[in-house]
């Protein structure tokens, strides 16, 4: 529940924040990708300016996902590992419950 509020807190005075930005920044802006000639139509973009930032956001997003995936492997590697030497572990203990069953049952009784 406390993270339901504090989401909230957070992510809608962000979201109002984001919608303005939006609507304030609604004039189309030029992109160009040669430093040498921006009037160049052919490696330039044009669209509103939060088109851009919201390109830009997203990228980020991928980018530090993608960075985070790839520095967690050891860590995802190491659970599978750790993972079925517990299986391994589980059987053998079950193997051996199951002998202790069998010879506690051919004992004679007192």
Not at 1 to 20: Q, S, Y
Not at 21 to 34: D, E, G, K, S, W
Not at 90 to 96: C, L, P, Y
């Amino acid at each position: 529940m406390a993270k339901k509020i504090t989401n909230l807190l957070i992510f809608l005075p962000l979201g109002i924040i984001l919608i303005i930005f939006c609507v304030a920044n609604r004039q189309i802006v030029t992109l160009a990708f040669n430093p040498f000639r921006p009037d160049d139509q052919v490696l330039s973009l044009s669209a509103p300016f939060f088109v851009f930032i919201f390109i830009t956001l997203i990228i980020g997003i991928l980018v530090g996902s993608a960075a985070t995936w790839l520095t967690q492997g050891k860590y995802r590697k190491r659970a599978r590992t750790e993972a079925k030497e517990a299986v391994h572990w589980q059987t053998e203990a079950d193997r051996h419950k199951t002998r202790a069953e069998e010879i506690a049952g051919q004992l004679p009784s007192r």
